[in-house]
């Protein structure tokens, strides 16, 4: 079971420049986060998707945009990337309101 | 809003002595409570869950938490760590069908 895939695993990014951060997962879940982590911090949520066909804005997110064309996939793109956006994403599904999150093993992202 | 808070961004501990994580929420109505926890370098994983029932939960490596209710609560225990539970670990709380929040994180080092 390959549960959530995220790719890149890192990337280095020059400023200015178009990313697109993928996630697909195999569970069949309904809702799909992205996050990003920063040292102190903790996880801050950039956008959401509680069923395919919507997307909603999160804590943090100003310079991001996603689209939920299907269950299994949940692209994060970032129009163009800023050095603070260097951090690591995490993408995370969940199968209702009551459950638990799975998350994916990161993105490191570093934009230079 | 919902908000969540650990107090201590670092705990350090000699191994085999017991250790607690405190983390408090902001709200009192009825919410699910996570802990998960982050090795080195890989996405985060999830230790217990709380939601509904007894208010002691038992999860994985012998972690449990406690949900108190009336102080907002959902601290986590362990009698006697090892040198492998070296981690981040975060609480997270969900309320009904709302996104998952995030603590900041808590920073455990065991010393040998």
């Known amino acids: 079971i390959a549960g959530i895939t995220q790719a890149p695993t890192s990337q280095i990014l020059a400023a200015g420049r178009r990313m697109t951060l993928r996630c697909t997962q195999d569970m069949r879940h309904n809702a799909m986060y992205w996050y990003r982590q920063d040292l102190g911090l903790g996880l801050r949520l950039i956008h959401y998707?509680?069923?395919?066909?919507?997307?909603g804005k999160g804590e943090v997110p100003d310079g991001y945009s996603v689209s939920r064309a299907n269950t299994d996939d949940f692209p994060l793109t970032l129009a163009s990337a800023v050095p603070s956006q260097t951090s690591v994403y995490f993408c995370a599904s969940s199968d209702g309101g009551n459950t638990e999150a799975f998350f994916g093993q990161g993105t490191r992202l570093t934009v230079v | 809003a919902q908000s969540v808070t650990q107090l201590d961004s670092q705990v350090p501990v000699f191994e085999e002595a017991p250790v607690e994580l405190r983390c408090n929420y902001s709200s009192s109505v009825s919410v699910y409570l996570f802990w998960y926890v982050q090795y080195p370098n890989q996405g985060l994983q999830l230790l217990l869950k709380y939601l509904s029932g007894s208010t002691l939960v038992k999860g994985i490596n012998g972690f449990e938490a406690e949900f108190n209710k009336s102080q907002t609560s959902f601290h986590l225990r362990k009698p006697s760590v090892h040198i492998s539970d070296t981690a981040e670990y975060f609480c997270a709380v969900r309320q009904g069908a709302q996104k998952l929040v995030f603590g900041q994180g808590t920073r455990l080092t065991i010393n040998p």
């Open positions: 998707s509680n069923t395919a066909g919507t997307t």
